[in-house]
T-cell receptor, first 115, second 113 residues
Framework: AQTVTQSQPEMSVQEAETVTLSCTYD???????LFWYKQPPSRQMILVIR??????QNATENRFSVNFQKAAKSFSLKISDSQLGDTAMYFC????????????FGPGTRLSVLP | KAGVTQTPRYLIKTRGQQVTLSCSPI?????VSWYQQTPGQGLQFLFE???????NKGNFPGRFSGRQFSNSRSEMNVSTLELGDSALYLC????????????FGPGTRLTVL
């Protein structure tokens, strides 16, 4: 079974600084998709970034970028120029296309951006 | 384009009762997935419906069931509620291809007393 691990339950960062959230996963599949979702205190889950395993290039969305290391099964999220609005729970998620829409989520990292 | 909507947003029930939650997906999306979120267990997949058929199912007891209508709206039902069913129930919709991205609704907070 696929598993997703986020080893940092809580993190904090000063506004305008850079922070990296870690995620590792376990799968025997070669084709899969990885996501970072953000859940602010209002509870609406929001897609932050997505990475296809077959793509070598790391995905980037504005201030958010990933470091995808397929061999190491690692998928970290870097947030640059952190803003107060980035305060949220961040979930790393995995889906194996063989299993349709059955996302496996990590336990989450609570990120606090400090003024 | 309107996002995923869930009703009701909050529910309070007592043990032994049953409850039905509703989810309206983004227009054009044919897949609806349901998740249970609790502080102890995190986000756990319940089931996914695609074109009115259950396509995937997680490891939850039979008290948890769902269905999907022809307009892709989905309902989730929990019978014989237990205290441990207290959770935030999230639904997510997508076009339904294996490589698709899910978009989540705001959730329904269920409290079982």
């Amino acid at each position: 079974a696929q598993t997703v691990t986020q080893s940092q339950p809580e993190m904090s960062v000063q506004e305008a600084e850079t922070v990296t959230l870690s995620c590792t996963y376990d799968t025997s599949e070669n084709n899969y998709y990885l996501f970072w979702y953000k859940q602010p205190p209002s509870r609406q889950m929001i897609l932050v970034i997505r990475q296809e395993a077959y793509k070598q290039q790391n995905a980037t969305e504005n201030r958010f970028s990933v470091n995808f290391q397929k061999a190491a099964k690692s998928f970290s999220l870097k947030i640059s120029d952190s803003q107060l609005g980035d305060t949220a729970m961040y979930f790393c998620a995995f889906t194996d296309k063989l299993y349709g829409q059955n996302f496996v989520f990590g336990p989450g990292t609570r990120l606090s951006v400090l003024p | 384009k309107a996002g995923v909507t869930q009703t009701p947003r909050y529910l309070i029930k007592t043990r032994g009762q049953q409850v039905t939650l509703s989810c309206s997906p983004i227009s054009g999306h044919r897949s609806v997935s349901w998740y249970q979120q609790t502080p102890g267990q995190g986000l756990q997949f319940l089931f996914e419906y695609f074109s009115e058929t259950q396509r995937n199912k997680g490891n939850f007891p039979g008290r948890f069931s769902g269905r999907q209508f022809s307009n892709s709206r989905s309902e989730m039902n929990v019978s014989t509620l237990e205290l441990g069913d207290s959770a935030l129930y999230l639904c997510a919709s997508s076009f339904g291809t294996d490589t698709d991205t899910q978009y989540f609704g705001p959730g329904t907070r269920l409290t079982v007393l």
